[in-house]
T-cell receptor, first 109, second 114 residues
């Protein structure tokens, strides 16, 4: 079965410090991985996807198939990064989109 | 204003009653999804649909039903068989069913059963 694991419910980081939000997945096929973000009082929205290999708002994520991980990183945290972050996996086999339980990122001033 | 619209924003129902949550999109998306969001549980997939007149159960489909009679609409019915219906429900849509494409979310419906 497909599964996405985000081990941290809450991560508190000082402004300017590096951020790493962990995500591990379980899927026997070729996964498509995403990070979604939900800012306060806003809709859940896409932050980035692994296939694009892009950097959005300073965030990057690298798919590591050996470790089945897709950790989200940012070298210098900003206060506006405070939000709920969800790692997600989509499958070509049965076309589901599966989410992890989410990590709340709190940037301390 | 294009996008995906859920209504109502807040819904109260008495225990034992069925209730239907609306989800409409004008993005011409093929795929639509329903999730339930509970504190500490993340988003759990209830049902999803890849095409009109077809849908599949997600991980927590028991006590729920859906229909997909039109491409734009994917209503969710929370039946009296759902043991713990009070939750925040999110609807989403995407162009192709999860194939590296972005899912767009509604603003959600908070259902409270009393």
């Amino acid at each position: 079965a497909q599964r996405v694991t985000q081990p941290e419910k809450l991560l508190s980081v000082f402004k300017g410090a590096p951020v790493e939000l962990k995500c591990n997945y379980s899927y026997s096929g070729s996964p498509e991985l995403f990070w979604y973000v939900q800012y306060s009082r806003q809709r859940l929205q896409l932050l980035l996807r692994h296939i694009s290999r892009e950097s959005i708002k300073g965030f990057t994520a690298d798919l590591n198939k050996g470790e089945t991980s897709f950790h989200l990183k940012k070298p210098f945290a900003q206060e506006e990064d405070s939000a709920m972050y969800y790692c997600a996996l989509s499958t070509n086999r049965d076309d589901k989109i599966i989410f992890g339980k989410g990590t709340r990122l709190h940037i301390l001033p | 204003d294009g996008g995906i619209t859920q209504s109502p924003k807040y819904l109260f129902r008495k225990e034992g009653q069925n209730v239907t949550l609306s989800c409409e999109q004008n993005l011409n998306h093929d795929a639509m999804y329903w999730y339930r969001q509970d504190p500490g549980q993340g988003l759990r997939l209830i049902y999803y649909s890849q095409i009109v007149n077809d849908f599949q159960k997600g991980d927590i489909a028991e006590g729920y039903s859906v229909s997909r009679e039109k491409k734009e609409s994917f209503p969710l019915t929370v039946t009296s068989a759902q043991k713990n219906p009070t939750a925040f429900y999110l609807c989403a849509s995407s162009t192709l069913t999860g194939r590296n494409t972005e899912a767009f979310f509604g603003q959600g419906t908070r259902l409270t059963v009393v």
